[in-house]
């Protein structure tokens, strides 16, 4: 899944961030290593220093020997030495520059990846196709649902999941209908789908598996991701969005919808933060700042929602304007309710089982995968046991 894999939270001009647009670090300079010359004179300046707080001999004695400058340069270096530049890392963000990734702007902006000598550059693009970059170690890491990395892992590609964002799964399907209340209430409804494949048609097979709804007694619809228009015009009776984003819309415009979530009836694994398994055995540290700086932008997020919208804006200006400003503020809030978990990004191995064992089911995926092989979450719980 992505958040959601290609739907839109805004009214933003698409061809304004095409997938391959890149951010930078927002304010971010690097301080360039002392030169030799400026070391020779802190270390002559070091001399000077120690010369003038000697204590004052009785007689004239001859000048005293003094150290090579090599062997004081070597010393100053030791000493005053650069700090090695930040490792660069890009990370994949599976949509467009949007309001949704609020925590990834906000660890930009407040220097939380910079503070764990990480210099990001966000990527945008096509979910599956960025966790072939992170297999592949062309990109170092990306946000991706746990239902790729289960499919990917079946498919022989080597990524893992090391930190949840999304504690709760935010598929859900909506309505203006007064008489649908509950799953079976769809019975003999038109539902529209975004599409008859990736998270969201997952989470609709989960719903009906759950209700133990035969899929065929429900028609269904095609509709591309404009599911919001397609219910306010009467296009369908209801249609599969995204809790998040859908619902909250509509309540800007003044309408009530029923919202059945999802997760109330399977909580698949949601979106989290996956590398390469190689990445782990060969550079854990790197991992364990990515991580670190994640969960660290994450609570800066939730703990001050207005001020991280306010650095949404400078990435996305659009998302500022008067006529979107407030749903998209409210997008934000409402994404807050299914980050949350204790600790944040924990990642639960039941959750997992359960969500590999529905694919096995309905025929996504062959065989399984044992879970620690899947995700791993010893950098979150490191993070937290030195918090």
């Known amino acids: 899944m992505g958040i959601p894999e290609v739907e839109r939270t805004s009214k933003l001009d698409p061809a304004r961030f095409p997938p391959s647009t890149t951010m930078r670090r927002l304010d971010m300079t690097r301080l360039p290593s002392p030169s030799k010359a400026s070391t020779l004179l802190a ?19 001859s000048a005293p020997e003094v150290p090579t400058v090599a062997g004081w340069e070597t010393t100053a270096i030791a000493t005053l030495g650069a700090t090695p530049p930040p490792v660069p890392v890009t990370l994949g963000l599976p949509y467009k520059p949007d309001v949704q990734f609020a925590p990834l702007y906000v660890g930009i902006e407040r220097g939380f990846f910079a503070a764990e000598k990480l210099d ?3 990527q945008y693009g096509d979910e599956s196709a960025l966790l072939q970059l992170v297999a592949s170690r062309k990109i170092v890491a990306s946000v991706a649902s746990g239902e790729q990395v289960i ?55 989960a719903l ?12 269904t619809e095609v509709i591309g991701y404009r599911q919001l228009d397609a219910v306010l015009q009467g296009q369908v009776d209801a249609a599969v969005g995204y809790a998040t984003n859908e619902p909250v819309q509509m309540r800007i415009l003044g309408h009530q919808p029923t919202v059945i979530e999802i997760a109330d009836s399977l909580n698949l694994v949601s979106n989290g933060l996956v590398v390469a ?68 990004g924990a990642i639960h191995a039941g959750q997992w089982e359960q969500s590999q064992g529905f694919m096995l089911s309905l025929g996504l995926i062959e065989h399984e995968t044992p879970v620690e092989e899947m995700a791993d979450g010893q950098f979150v719980d490191a993070h937290w046991a030195r918090r």
Not at 178 to 201: M, N, T
Not at 211 to 219: N, Q, S
């Open 151 to 205: 499919l990917a892992r079946a498919g022989g590609v080597p990524v893992t999941y090391v930190m949840t964002w999304y504690a709760r799964y935010p598929g859900a399907v909506f309505t203006l209908d007064p008489a649908v209340k509950e799953v079976a209430d769809l019975v003999g409804r038109k539902v529209g789908l975004p599409s008859l494949q990736g998270a969201s048609y997952t989470g609709w097979q």
């Open 43 to 61: 270390a002559f300046a070091m001399l000077a220093l120690l010369g003038g707080c000697s204590a004052p001999s009785a007689t004239p004695t």
């Open 120 to 122: 990001v550059e966000l």
């Open 277 to 344: 398994q190689s990445l782990i055995e060969e550079s854990p540290d790197v991992v364990q700042s990515l991580v670190s700086a994640f969960l660290r932008a994450l609570e800066a997020t939730i703990a001050d929602p207005d001020a991280a919208f306010e650095i949404v804006t400078q990435v996305v200006p659009e998302a500022g304007d008067a006529a979107v400003r407030e749903a998209q503020r409210q997008v934000l809030e409402e994404s807050i309710r299914f980050w949350r978990s204790e600790p944040l």
């Open 208 to 219: 009906l598996a759950q209700a133990g709804i035969d899929p065929r007694r429900i028609p």
